[in-house]
T-cell receptor
Framework: AQSVTQLGSHVSVSEGALVLLRCNYSSSVPPYLFWYVQYPNQGLQLLLKYTTGATLVKGINGFEAEFKKSETSFHLTKPSAHMSDAAEYFCAVRRSGAGSYQLTFGKGTKLSVIP | DSGVTQTPKHLITATGQRVTLRCSPRSGDLSVYWYQQSLDQGLQFLIQYYNGEERAKGNILERFSAQQFPDLHSELNLSSLELGDSALYFC??????????????FGSGTRLTVV
């Protein structure tokens, strides 16, 4: 079974500061990893994903994440926070290969950006 | 607009009642997934359908059922509703059972309030 742990249910950063949202996963087979963002009263939007290949993945809105197998981590970063980044962020894992296509989500991290 | 349509957006109903939530997947997507989002449980996978057939079951209560129709839209039926069923219910769709590591495309959700 897969699981995801997001460290910190709430993170606050100043506008222009580095954003770092932490995600650790557990999977018995090579995982596919995802970050989603949820704005208030909206559905989840895919930010980026890692399947195979390059371990540094770039997504939308200036976000990127690095897959570190040795640390079982997939932390999300953005060099400079913008007010519009305030939202809830979810890390998710899925088994690679056939048979298990559902995503398992972390509990989410709410990002606040202070002007 | 993500291309995944969920109706209704809001639903208020009494305990003991039955409701039906509807989802139309993105054009060309054959898989539909249902998730429940609540404050205490986070995002919980309920059930997956692929081209009309049930493919995976998660933490779905026996009081809940779903189906996917020939036109690929899906309905989630919730019966004998309890206060604890109040949550956001999301539908997501993906191509071909999610092969290739595709992330899902989520709808904007149905907010169910049981009073």
């Amino acid at each position: 079974a897969q699981s995801v742990t997001q460290l910190g249910s709430h993170v606050s950063v100043s506008e222009g500061a580095l954003v770092l949202l932490r995600c650790n996963y557990s999977s018995s087979v090579p995982p596919y990893l995802f970050w989603y963002v949820q704005y208030p009263n909206q559905g989840l939007q895919l930010l980026l994903k890692y399947t195979t290949g390059a371990t540094l993945v770039k997504g939308i809105n200036g976000f990127e994440a690095e897959f570190k197998k040795s640390e079982t981590s997939f932390h999300l970063t953005k060099p400079s926070a913008h007010m519009s980044d305030a939202a809830e962020y979810f890390c998710a894992v899925r088994r690679s290969g056939a048979g298990s296509y559902q995503l398992t989500f972390g509990k989410g991290t709410k990002l606040s950006v202070i002007p | 607009d993500s291309g995944v349509t969920q109706t209704p957006k809001h639903l208020i109903t009494a305990t003991g009642q039955r409701v039906t939530l509807r989802c139309s997947p993105r054009s060309g997507d054959l898989s539909v997934y249902w998730y429940q989002q609540s404050l205490d449980q986070g995002l919980q996978f309920l059930i997956q359908y692929y081209n009309g057939e049930e493919r995976a079951k998660g933490n779905i209560l026996e009081r809940f059922s779903a189906q996917q129709f020939p036109d690929l839209h899906s309905e989630l039926n919730l019966s004998s509703l309890e206060l604890g069923d109040s949550a956001l219910y999301f539908c997501a769709s993906s191509e071909r059972q999610g092969r290739g590591g595709y992330g899902y495309t989520f709808g904007s959700g149905t907010r169910l309030t049981v009073v």
